[in-house]
């Protein structure tokens, strides 16, 4: 039985993804690194406009996801909406959930097209690793505060003089939790122990991974969620692929690389997680009847999304596990319904971890299932690679996980499409699209 | 009164606040009743003992007062005629200066000619930062002087320097950097103004703010060349050295603004007024400041002129494509994005793309590197230029403009191309330069919606456009090309399909006539200098050599085809192109280039290539300067009388803007009228007796030379 509310099939009122559309990515420090998260979604939002000949004045609103703030622009979202191709009025915000706030983009816009809120909304995420922002020590920021406030120059001179040399060591934001303290790493590490994920097959997915996505680069099939980069400094060479997919790389290459995170019993390497990553995606989200009468062809329909949680200090990339039964109950589908599956890769031990938790009557109990999923058929799993070859910025990485499933599976001619999100804080996230 | 008036009055607390709007015009202007009514109310206050102070304020958003109406400028008959204007608004402006009643001007909008010196005769200015508020001395772009004490008080007011700049380039001057140069007083937000105003008025009325006040922030460099004697030599006797040298001498009003501002200290007041309006009266009479006149006519006229029937649905063009990233392509797009309409830019390969994108980069930078935009401005325009390999993006493309490679069956396969992905209802404009619109049409199922756009290189600085239509192009076809030229500020002009259309075919037997010069020996910087010397802004072979020489070569050779006899092929030429000389950006052409690219004179090389060996003929500059500019005019005529133009106006405007045929002779039209049709015509018959084709008068210039016609009524408005 179909529980989920999002409109359904005949209603003409179902959430059409027309298309979706990302920068390259790219390695942090590589070729994006001039561009911050607004120059990053601008690129993605113009292409995304040409490509689909859409009427800028059309556009209700614009939603978009990143997760290391800016301290200059607090709202990226309305700063890429005042790109002069879009009209002023469209109204922006800006979504944080950690690797999944593309997908609550795309989910706010959805949630705003069912309301009768918006009928054309653009979502999407970007994030600048390369632009890390830098911050002073708590003891130099007190001491500066102290100091802008003071009364007489000689309060002045006493509020800097409290600054030790300890203070004036810039604090650069970490990847960790901050109600554990353990970095991503070091969670996925964990995972890969509590769930008995072995090295050989953690690599076998690196490998099987970076094999897909190079595939999919060589046949144009991955290249055309992609624009050009037209670099402004150094080369005029245009950018149209990623650059962390590596078409040659064999097991034994990385069977070669040491655990960075447990260098003594440790199995994730760099080699098996997703790297640091800058870019951008963007998403055309319509109403099913307004894509239609401006005779746009969706892509796909979203049918059911869910969010779920779990406690941090447990697993903490566990919880698509709790988030994909969900959806599939609101869709009213089994996993055997589905067509493709497309699995944010974090770290191939997350994926591995996840997939195993699909199969277990365990997880299956906590998600509130009388019985698991079930095993997804490989053959249906991330079949032009995920993060670990493509790249992860984290804001960005949920609309390319979704712009990559409704494009191979509208090229396979597929029915059901279902993508997972693992995300910072204990976060899961799940989608399931339909087409026709 | 019954009649609308220009001026209105109230009078608050002592305080009089004149609102000039006047009827039935979009900006207001000085003509002489509206110097008559003014000259009334001035009266009126000077005798309403209550009335303490005044304000003068504008009725009209975004004008202050756009100068005086120039209409009245036709009607001078003699240059007393015309100083005694000048002295008449000298007469106003003194009394504005200094009457009983201090006046206080508070500007919103363009504050330009009289409207400004109107302003610098008051005893405070007040305006606000709009970017409509601007304030300028245009006079000397008519090839006049400001005549209403502008040469006197400006200079006065803001130094030797600062107004030589303002009245010799008759530039825009934002209300921000006024105030630097103490042209105004004080700036005030929009919504204060009028209180603002009338506050200071009655400041000026106390005596809180003295009627005679320093208004510069002056440096010691300043006070050096503007306050003493000797420094205000060296400033004037620079600014004439540097001013003849760029325009050759042949605009007598910027050796008179010069005299004229010197005459602001030499002597008594009046005797520096009277100076200022004997030269306004003598240039009035001039026949530069009557060719430029006539530009400022013909130029308005046609921009209320879109070629078609009144009232063609123009279609809305929210954004464009441009096919081919060249050079012509990238700065198509480059001046589209410069008015913020968004470019789909698309060419074969993203490599070509890229080269493409980085030379509008380079266009667009131009403004951030003199400061005319913010770095902000810069990103988003270029942020408008979007590149790619594929049709995507085309769906709702309603106006392409192709500047794909200059070939037939390129240009066709673009047109089939574009076909598939455009809307039924887009406009296919074509750049070409030398293929006929129509045969580029014949691969269009729809070529009603074929058009031409003729832009010239480089186009952002280039202001001409031509837009060609075939028989068959639709009338809203035409009307969307020329209302886009204009939106991207070109000057357009309307043209019918023929080879070379118009500005490259009278063009094309000046450069033929100028190699047939090197034929017989004459010298290149020879002609170059004398076609300098007549007013274009370079000679003929600068011109080849920065077009390129392959490029002009294949053009002429299209021309001599169309043309036969009337195009003269010249060895010389032939032989410069066959060395494969491709002009500056070959490195080498007719002069040759630096490392840097500078050029270094005439490459001596050349001069073997001619026929006759490195024998030269003398030729006097005047001879040289009707050989080439006859064969244009009676080519100019010749498309007048195949219907190439519409009229003599966009003849001449063609000629002016996109050759640079020298502005203060008018345009090839204009020549004919002010030389004589009959003496054209003798002049030309004797040339034809040697040199043949391209001097033969045309049937239709000789009935008009026998009719005694002109191409423009001699007296009244030109058009």
């Known amino acids: 039985m179909r529980t989920s509310p999002l409109g359904g099939p005949g209603s003409g009122q179902r959430v059409a993804i027309i298309d979706g559309v990302r920068t390259p990515f790219a390695k942090a420090g590589t070729f994006l690194k001039h561009l911050g998260v607004i120059e990053l979604g601008k690129l993605a939002v113009s292409e995304l406009i040409h490509r689909t000949d859409l009427d800028p004045a059309s556009v209700d609103l614009l939603t978009f996801g990143t997760v290391i703030p800016s301290v200059l622009a607090p709202n990226p979202a309305r700063e890429i909406a005042l790109m002069p191709l879009l009209p002023k009025g469209v109204q922006a915000w800006t979504v944080s959930r950690a690797c999944a706030s593309a997908n609550q983009a795309i989910t706010d816009v959805a949630d705003q097209i069912l309301l009768g809120h918006a009928t054309v909304a653009i979502a999407g995420g970007a994030e600048s690793l390369s632009n890390v922002p830098i911050l002073h020590s708590r003891g130099f920021s007190d001491a500066l505060v102290a100091a802008s406030r003071a009364k007489t120059p000689m309060q002045r001179v006493q509020s800097l003089a409290a600054i030790r040399p300890k203070d004036l060591i810039p604090v650069t934001p970490a990847i960790a939790e901050p109600t554990t303290g353990e970095t991503m790493g070091q969670s996925a590490e964990k995972m890969a122990k509590l769930n008995g994920i072995t090295r050989e097959a953690q690599d076998a997915l690196a490998l099987a991974s ?215 804080g204990g976060l899961g996230f799940a989608m399931v699209v339909e087409r026709a | 009164m019954t009649e609308p008036t220009a001026l209105s009055l109230s009078v608050e607390d002592g305080i009089a606040v004149l609102t000039f709007d006047l009827p039935g015009e979009s900006v207001n202007k000085f003509s002489p009743a509206v110097i008559e009514e003014f000259t009334g109310y001035l009266a009126l206050l000077e005798r309403d003992q209550a009335v303490r102070a005044a304000v003068l304020i504008s009725g009209k958003p975004g004008t202050f007062i756009a100068g005086a109406d120039i209409d009245q400028f036709l009607a001078f008959r003699s240059a007393d005629d015309a100083a005694q204007a000048s002295a008449f608004g000298h007469t106003m402006m003194r009394r504005i200066e200094t009457g009983r009643v201090p006046l206080v001007v508070a500007v919103e909008g363009a504050c330009l000619g009289g409207g400004l010196e109107f302003a610098l005769a008051a005893g405070y200015r007040l305006a606000v930062d709009t970017p409509k508020t601007v304030f300028s001395l245009p006079e000397i772009k008519l090839g006049l002087i400001p005549g209403a004490g502008g040469t006197q008080r400006l200079p006065r007011r803001i130094g030797v320097q600062a107004a030589l700049d303002m009245i010799l380039t008759g530039k825009n001057v934002r209300a921000k950097k006024a105030k630097q140069l103490g042209l105004i007083d004080e700036i005030v937000h929009p919504s204060l103004l009028r209180e603002v105003a009338i506050r200071r008025a009655r400041e000026l009325a106390e005596g809180k703010i003295p009627r005679i006040r320093e208004t510069r922030r002056r440096t010691t460099m300043s006070r050096a060349l503007d306050d003493t004697a000797v420094g205000r030599a060296i400033v004037l006797r620079q600014a004439r050295q540097l001013a003849m040298k760029k325009s050759g001498g042949n605009y007598p009003a910027i050796p008179a603004a010069i005299d004229a501002v010197r005459s602001a200290f030499a002597g008594s007041e009046s005797a520096g007024y009277a100076t200022e309006a004997r030269l306004f009266g003598q240039l009035a009479m001039s026949s530069v400041c009557k060719e430029l006149m006539f530009l400022f006519y013909a130029t308005t006229a046609l921009k209320k002129d879109a070629g078609v029937p009144e009232g063609t649905v123009v279609a809305k063009v929210d954004r464009i494509a441009v096919v081919g990233s060249g050079f012509m392509g990238a700065g198509i797009a480059a001046v589209s994005a410069q008015q913020g309409i968004p470019v789909r830019f698309k060419d074969t390969a993203l490599e070509r793309v890229a080269a493409g994108l980085a030379s509008v980069r380079d266009v667009l930078r131009e403004g951030l590197t003199r400061k005319h935009i913010t770095r902000r401005e810069y990103e988003d325009r270029v942020g408008l230029v979007s590149g790619t390999a594929s049709y995507t993006g085309f769906g709702r493309i309603l106006l392409v403009i192709e500047a794909v490679f200059e070939d037939l069956g390129v240009k066709h396969t673009v047109v089939r191309e574009l076909e598939q992905v455009l809307p039924a209802d887009a406009v296919l404009a074509t750049n070409t330069s030398t293929i006929p619109i129509a045969r580029i049409a014949e ?277």
């Open chain 2, 443 to 719: 691969a269009s199922a729809r070529p009603e919606r074929v058009i031409g756009m003729h832009f010239f290189s480089p186009v952002h600085k280039m202001p001409l456009l031509e837009v060609v239509v075939t028989p068959k192009t639709a009338p809203e076809v035409t009307a969307t090309a020329v209302e886009f030229g204009r939106r991207i500020g070109k000057t357009v002009i309307v043209v019918n399909d023929a080879p070379g259309f118009y500005v490259n075919r009278i063009l094309a037997p000046y450069i033929a006539e100028a190699g047939r010069l090197l034929d017989e020996g004459v010298r290149v910087e020879a002609i170059d200098r004398a076609m300098r010397a007549f007013g274009f802004p370079v000679g003929p072979f600068t011109l080849i050599d920065e077009v390129g020489l392959d490029i002009a070569g294949k053009s002429g050779a299209i021309m001599a085809e169309a043309f036969g006899d009337r195009i003269r092929s010249s060895e010389a030429l032939a032989r410069v192109v066959a060395a494969g000389r491709l002009g500056r950006k070959g490195g080498k052409g007719f002069y040759g280039y630096d490392e840097k690219g500078k050029r270094t004179g005439v490459d001596r090389a050349v001069y073997a290539l001619y026929p006759g060996g490195a024998r030269k003929t003398e030729l006097s500059a005047h001879a040289i300067q009707q050989r080439l500019v006859l064969a244009m005019v009676n080519e100019a005529v010749r498309c007048l009388a195949d219907g190439v133009v519409r009229s003599p106006r966009d003849g001449d405007i063609g000629a002016v803007f996109g050759i640079g045929f020298p502005p203060f002779r008018g345009g090839p039209f204009r020549y004919i009228d002010a030389t004589g049709a009959g003496e054209i015509v003798s002049r030309l018959e004797a040339l034809a007796a040697t040199h043949g084709g391209p001097y033969v008068p045309s049937d239709f210039l000789k009935t008009h030379a026998l009719a005694s016609r002109t191409f423009y009524p001699p007296t009244g408005k030109p058009v």
């Open chain 1, 210 to 424: 970076h094999h897909g996505a190079a595939q999919g680069t060589a046949d144009g099939r991955l290249t055309a969620e992609i624009l050009s980069i037209f670099p402004e400094r150094g080369s005029r060479t245009p950018i149209t692929a990623d650059n962390g997919i590596r078409a040659d790389t064999t097991a034994a290459q990385l069977a070669k690389l040491s655990p960075v995170f447990d260098r003594t019993y440790g199995t994730v390497t760099a080699g098996n997680a997703s790297p640091l990553t800058d870019g951008g995606a963007a998403v055309l989200l319509m109403r099913e009847d307004v894509a239609k009468a401006a005779g746009l062809t969706p892509k796909a329909y979203i049918r059911s999304y869910a969010y779920a949680a779990l406690d941090p200090g447990e697993q903490l990339l566990q919880a698509p596990v709790l988030a994909a039964p969900l959806a599939l109950r609101r869709a009213g589908l089994t996993l055997d319904q589905i067509d493709l599956v497309e699995m944010h890769e974090a770290f191939a031990a997350q994926v591995l971890s996840n997939l195993q938790g699909f199969e277990s009557q365990r997880w299956a109990e906590r998600a509130g299932e009388s019985k698991p999923l079930g095993a997804v058929d490989r053959a249906k799993l991330n079949l032009m690679g995920g993060s670990v070859a493509i790249g992860h910025p984290f804001g960005a990485t949920g609309a390319r996980v979704t712009t990559t499933l409704v494009n191979e599976l509208a090229r396979r001619n597929g029915q059901f499409g279902l993508m997972t999100v693992c995300a910072a």
